[in-house]
């Protein structure tokens, strides 16, 4: 078998780095000894792939878990999974999680005095379509606080969970919502050393999804690792 | 045409709301050929206390060293019950635990064989991107020609095997930080 054609390395300055003092859970958790750098194998671009038998289409619906409708602005969320390349991901699963509209999670040890909310779970799951695209329908979360500095507030956030095709386009990442003026102060936003990276971290407004009197839409596209045509060195 | 890459951002303290009912303790249902083995550990961080948030995911190929997966084109069994990938969260004592079956070897750079292994990848709050790591087989003595433990300082190898503590009992710890910090990789 020859060798498998790898997948480029990180654009540079387009990731944080482990050790990020402004986030002060870096300090115990970031490795302090060289990583080691191996060629990609098999075991690396390959990786778990999903499909329909693994997703029900109501999970893309955060609005609908439970009796009634939560609580907060009802928002859809689209976009599309794209390699560097620009080639889309079909059957990409994409995860998210978030807050409710009051700024508190679903979690035993989340203790911000904000409301929990009986009909809003906060977590769902999708499937990428031929074209990479996904879609979901939940609500906005709000803001809230937490204990890296003197009153410091996460901007309002959506956690997402991608796999694409293998191992080396496992992602993990956030999106921000435009004008949120918490950004320049949340350490998770602002370590990311590239000021463009960074900025496609913040959802567009997207009226073409928007639904008349009912939902207001953002759009969030992802792009992970992609592969250069030939292999190096061959 | 390249796109820009989208960065990286930490799991956060609540991933569990979204991991917790999707994880793949038994990553060999019944059924699936191969040794049965357990793997147990903690996640320490650069204090020794356990880390009670992290989330680790496994990838591995089956019992005979085939990868569930398109790009793998050698000619091998596949076992239509073995999908090969867990994922485990760590308890409030830093403790993760999966059963599995050992994977076979499968071909490393210019077709050199690798030793059985699990590629682990280790998400919690305070890592802003993932780290990629590696678990391997004690009493193997194919370790001792596998082209990606012969990549690691010899002195810190052992941070990559697994222990033997009981029948089909393994441990092996993830250690973020100091003397014996688990060797990372970075592709």
Known sequence: ?????????????????????????????APTRPLVMPPQTISEVT????????????????????????????????????EETGRPVCNALVEIWQANAAGRYRHATDNHDAPLDPNFTGCGRVLTDGDGRYRFKTIKPGAYPWRN????????????????????????????FPGDPLLPYDP????????RARHNLIAEFDWEHTIPEHAIAYRFDIVLRGRDATPMGA | MSLLLTA??????????????????????????????VIQGRVLDGDGKPVEDAVLETWQANGHGKYSHPEDTREK??????????????NRHGVFRFSTIKPGRVPGPNDVLQAPHLVVLVFMRGLLKHLVTRVYFPDEAANREDPVLGLVPAERRSTLVAARVGDGLLEWNVVLQGQNETVFFDY
């Open chain 1, 1 to 29: 078998m020859t060798d498998p054609t790898p997948y480029r390395r990180p654009y540079r300055q387009t990731q944080p780095e482990y050790f990020y003092p402004p986030y002060r859970s870096t300090a115990k958790r």
């Open chain 1, 47 to 82: 990786g778990p792939l999903f499909g329909h038998e693994d997703v029900k289409p109501e999970e893309a619906d955060l609005t609908a878990q439970h009796a009634g409708e939560p609580l907060g602005e009802r928002m859809i969320v689209t976009g599309r999974v794209l």
């Open chain 1, 149 to 176: 500095h003197y009153n410091a507030w996460r901007p309002a956030h959506v956690h997402l969970s991608i796999f694409g095709r293998g191992f080396m386009q496992r992602l993990v990442t956030q999106f921000y």
């Open chain 1, 188 to 195: 998770m936003f602002m370590s990311v050393p590239d000021e």
């Open chain 2, 8 to 37: 990286a951002q930490t799991v956060g303290p609540f991933v569990a709301i979204s991991f917790e009912h999707t994880q793949v303790q038994d990553v060999a249902p019944p059924g699936v050929s191969g040794e049965r083995i």
């Open chain 2, 77 to 90: 069994l596949l076992d239509p019950a073995f999908k090969g990938f867990g994922r485990v969260l760590s």
